[in-house]
């Protein structure tokens, strides 16, 4: 019995290997995986007796040699296909599949930035006004989409600076704007929600102050609700103590209707009365959103939500904030933390995107002095000012990926 060790990348490259060395009545006797692939033990003139085939001592002669050659060819081909399928196999075949869709994939990436380069270049070549427009507003951080949107708009022989005027105000057209004065003119029942750590706190300081320079400290109200915080109902008490504002800190969400219910019940309420509602700030992937948000919008049918987010925040980050507090249906939003921003682009683009009115922002931690009416131009302004400073810049590579599969509907 003639026995050969065969060694391989894969299992396939191995009995490749057999086939050209041994022929087609080589048997597989063993197989492992080695650190550098495969090891295949195969033989070829081997005993049956010592591999186990059942042979006769004595011929009968009844039995043709035909029929016991076709005996021994059935167990070599049964016993190969034993071998073959072995699970050392299995996984090799695995591996083989595997890194032949790595491959595709790779090769499929390959023709598409290709492609997508070509039409980039052609769109460069036959409207250089759109392309360089796609280039500024993706450096000023606004989203694919309405990047797209705004440059189709645009007709070709415009020239540069309109081109630029044009597109900022359509952007800034689409931004927006709830009317500041109303909480302070004529008051209301707010409540603040949004992620934590992005300045609700802060922002109620900002508003009670305003409210007390405006209209004195009378018919103010300030709640907190937020137990996860530490040391939060302590700062909502130890606000209203310097302003000779009442709060109330409540241990749960759920007792907030009664007290809302009383505070318009009372003597009071033919007045104007500011109420602002201090919520616990949640992730937008928090489990227990859901509960939160069905306690306090059945809280009180004069309630207002406002969500406020952070303008540092990472526009899918944004953008999360807005679907995960989409039942609260809030009527309004604040950005704050605009002297932490980098990028004002993609904030704006969630702006556009969720079509709920900016009716603040904030600018720092002066009370109430960094505490500022939305105006839009502004934050166009602020967002070309941030790209400008941070040296903002995007390769041919990265526009040609993003924009070169539609450059056909924007020649």
Excluded at 38 to 63: H, K, R, S, Y
Excluded at 100 to 129: F, K, V
Excluded at 246 to 255: A, G, H, N
Excluded at 329 to 334: G, M, R, Y
């Amino acid at each position: 019995m003639k026995i050969r060790h065969y060694y391989a990348r894969d299992m396939r490259q191995a009995l490749k290997q057999v086939r050209e060395a041994q022929g087609p009545d080589a048997v597989i006797m063993s197989s492992r995986r080695t650190i550098n692939g495969v090891e295949v033990v195969a033989a070829v003139d081997f005993d049956e007796a010592a591999v186990g085939l059942p042979v006769a001592q004595t011929v009968n002669p009844a039995q043709s040699a035909t029929e016991t050659t076709a005996d021994i060819q059935r167990w070599k081909t049964a016993h190969a296909a034993t071998q073959v399928a072995t699970p050392e196999a299995q996984s090799s075949q695995t591996d083989n599949t595997a890194e032949m869709s790595a491959e595709l994939m790779t090769l499929r990436r390959m023709l598409e930035t290709q492609l997508a380069t070509l039409a980039w270049n052609d769109l460069n070549r036959r409207a250089p006004l759109q392309t360089a427009m796609l280039k500024e507003l993706t450096e000023l951080g606004f989203s694919h989409s309405l990047v797209l949107d705004v440059v189709s708009q645009i007709p070709a022989k415009t020239d540069w600076q309109a081109a630029q005027r044009m597109a900022l105000a359509m952007i800034s057209k689409q931004i927006k704007v709830e009317d500041q004065q109303r909480w302070l003119d004529n008051g209301g029942m707010v409540a603040f929600a949004g992620p934590t750590g992005v300045g609700k706190t802060s922002l109620i300081a900002k508003l009670a102050a305003r409210w007390v320079m405006q209209n004195g400290a009378a018919n103010l109200v300030m709640i907190s609700t937020d137990t996860l915080r530490i040391g939060a109902h302590d700062q909502i008490q130890n606000l209203g103590r310097l302003m000779g504002v009442p709060t109330y800190c409540l241990d749960r969400i759920s007792d907030l209707p009664s007290l809302l219910t009383n505070l318009s019940d009372s003597e009071r309420s033919s007045q104007r009365r500011l109420i602002l509602i201090d919520t616990a700030g949640l992730s937008q992937r928090d489990a227990r959103l859901t509960t939160e948000f069905a306690r306090l919008s059945q809280s009180h049918p004069q309630l207002e939500v406002s969500l406020v987010m952070s303008a540092s925040t990472q526009a899918g980050a944004l953008d999360e904030t807005f679907h995960s507090f989409a039942a609260l249906k809030p009527q309004s939003c604040v950005l704050t933390k605009l002297d932490e921003a980098t990028s004002l682009g993609g904030a704006l683009s969630v702006l556009v995107k969720h079509g709920v009115p900016l009716a603040y922002t904030c600018e720092g931690q002066s009370i109430p002095e960094d505490l500022l009416p939305a105006r839009v131009h502004r934050l166009i302004a602020r967002a070309v000012e941030l790209a400008r400073l941070s040296g903002a810049s995007t390769d041919t590579e990265l526009l040609s990926m993003r924009f070169g599969g539609v450059a056909h509907a924007l020649a």
